[in-house]
C-alpha cells in the first residue's frame, strides 16, 4: 500500500516570493512521483513527474522538485510565485511494476497576494 | 483537440434518478480512470478499467458502475442518486510507461 502527505492545506506568499510546497510518502517499494496543478473550476493538469535518474525534476511554469529517497519526500518550489500561480497543487505516487493506480495526496492550496 | 473529454460539464438531477457522465479520450491510451473530488478537493479513486482488467475501489457504492464501449471510452453510470453523491467527477486516461494521467475537465453533479 502507499499513502502521500500534503503537510499544508493552504499556503499563502506574496507575490515574487518564493514558495514550497511539502509532500511526504510512504511505500514498501520503488515508486513514481507526481505533481498536478488545478486551477479554478478546470481539471488536473501534470507539472512535473520523477521516474529516475536526477533527483532534481523540474516542470512547466518554473516549478522544481527533488525527490529525497531517505526522507521520502517530493517538495515542490518556484522560486518565484505569479499571481497566477494560485491553485490547488497534488502531490501523487505510483508504485512501480504495479498495476499503476496513482494514490493523491489532500491536495495545497496555494494563495499569492500581490 | 480535447486529449479527455467528459460530459456534461453540469449536472443537476434529483435523489433518486439515474444518471450517466460519458468519457472520452483520444490518446490512445489503454488504461481510464473515474475520480471522485468532494468539496474539500480530496481525490477519491473510484475505478481503473483498461482492456484487461477492472479494479474498484471497495468503497465505491455498488449504485456506481463503469462501462467501457470500447477502449476509448469509460462511462459513468450511477443508481439511484443520494444528496452525498453531489461532487465533481473526473475521468482520467494513462499510457505506460510514462505513466502520468490525463484529466477530463469535469463534471460537477448536484443531487437535490
Known amino acids: 500500500a502507499q499513502s502521500v502527505t500534503q503537510l499544508d492545506s493552504q499556503v499563502p506568499v506574496f507575490e515574487e516570493a518564493p514558495v514550497e510546497l511539502r509532500c511526504n510518502y510512504s511505500?514498501?517499494?520503488?515508486?513514481?512521483l507526481f505533481w498536478y496543478v488545478q486551477y479554478p473550476n478546470q481539471g488536473l493538469q501534470l507539472l512535473l513527474k520523477y521516474l529516475s535518474g536526477s533527483t532534481l525534476v523540474k516542470g512547466i511554469n518554473g516549478f522544481e522538485a527533488e525527490f529525497n529517497k531517505s526522507q521520502t519526500s517530493f517538495h515542490l518550489r518556484k522560486p518565484s510565485v505569479h499571481i497566477s500561480d494560485t491553485a490547488e497543487y497534488f502531490c501523487?505516487?505510483?508504485?512501480?511494476?504495479?498495476?499503476?493506480?496513482?494514490?493523491f495526496g489532500r491536495g495545497t492550496s496555494l494563495i499569492v497576494h500581490p | 483537440d480535447t486529449a479527455v473529454s467528459q460530459t456534461p460539464k453540469y449536472l443537476v438531477t434529483q435523489m433518486g434518478n439515474d444518471k450517466s457522465i460519458k468519457c472520452e479520450q483520444n490518446l490512445g491510451h489503454d488504461t481510464m480512470y473515474w475520480y471522485k473530488q468532494d468539496s474539500k478537493k480530496f481525490l477519491k479513486i473510484m475505478f481503473s478499467y483498461n482492456n484487461k482488467e477492472l479494479i474498484i475501489n471497495e468503497t465505491v457504492p455498488n449504485r456506481f458502475s463503469p462501462k467501457s464501449p470500447d477502449k476509448a471510452h469509460l462511462n459513468l453510470h450511477i443508481n439511484s442518486l443520494e444528496l452525498g453523491d453531489s461532487a465533481v467527477y473526473f475521468c482520467?486516461?494513462?499510457?505506460?510507461?510514462?505513466?502520468?494521467?490525463?484529466f477530463g475537465q469535469g463534471t460537477r453533479l448536484t443531487v437535490v
Open positions: 511505500s514498501s517499494v520503488s515508486v513514481y
Open positions: 482520467a486516461s494513462s499510457q505506460a510507461p510514462t505513466t502520468e494521467a490525463f
Open positions: 501523487a505516487v505510483s508504485q512501480m511494476g504495479g498495476s499503476y493506480i496513482p494514490t
